[in-house]
């Protein structure tokens, strides 16, 4: 069961960049970096008004309850810092083309439920890093690459839940991870 609600208010002010550069013939650069600060502005108390509206004073008469999650907190899903780079360069080998490639991606930390007391339960995702490196080659409508995707196998999770509440399902958080360290081949063709 899936229950969506509203929170009364947040406030989400960042910034993003990216830039891709050629120096040279065959080498082009890449980067991109954003900076997020998004927060709730007003509790959440997770309980509704009369009317259907989202209520951010409690404890109150409709809510006794503390809030769920209090002004000033993290939303979830959404890392302060995200940044990716990556270099390739292309170049003819024979009668071939070739290239060589790298990219690193990096994320913050972040919480993946609003709640207070979830985030107690399921804890906090961790910043990471990967990266990942190819090579290969190509000729008319047929490619061949050799790849290496997590190369340090870094460990991350891309996100943590728990199916339900704490007094049917206990504390149980399950957490879907970043791909391990995965090498591999492909072969491609153009019809």
């Not at 890392?79 to 360069?89: C, I, L, S």
């Not at 930390?109 to 990967?130: P, S, Y």
């Not at 008319?140 to 991350?156: H, P, R, T």
Request: charged content about 20%.
């Amino acid at each position: 069961l899936t229950e969506i609600k509203n929170a009364p208010a947040a406030r989400i002010k960042g910034i993003e960049t990216d830039i891709t550069w050629r120096p040279v013939d065959g080498l082009t650069l890449g980067a991109s970096g954003a900076y997020t600060d998004a927060k709730l502005t007003k509790n959440y108390c997770g309980n509704l008004g009369p009317n259907g509206e989202s209520t951010s004073n409690c404890p109150d008469a409709i809510d006794p309850d503390p809030p769920q999650a209090a002004a000033g907190t993290q939303l979830p899903v959404t890392p302060k810092f995200k940044a990716n780079g990556t270099a390739r360069y292309d170049f003819p080998m024979g009668a071939l083309d070739a290239h060589v490639q790298g990219s690193v991606a990096y994320q913050g930390a972040t919480w993946a439920d609003l709640r207070t007391d979830e985030r107690a339960i399921t804890g906090k995702q961790k910043a990471f890093a990967t990266a990942d490196f190819t090579a290969g080659v190509a000729k008319d409508n047929w490619s061949f690459e050799i790849l290496v995707k997590n190369a340090f196998d870094a460990l991350g999770d891309t996100f943590r839940y728990s199916e339900c509440a704490t007094s049917v399902c206990g504390v149980q958080t399950y957490i879907t991870p970043v791909v391990p360290r995965t090498i591999g081949v492909k072969f491609g063709q153009k019809f």
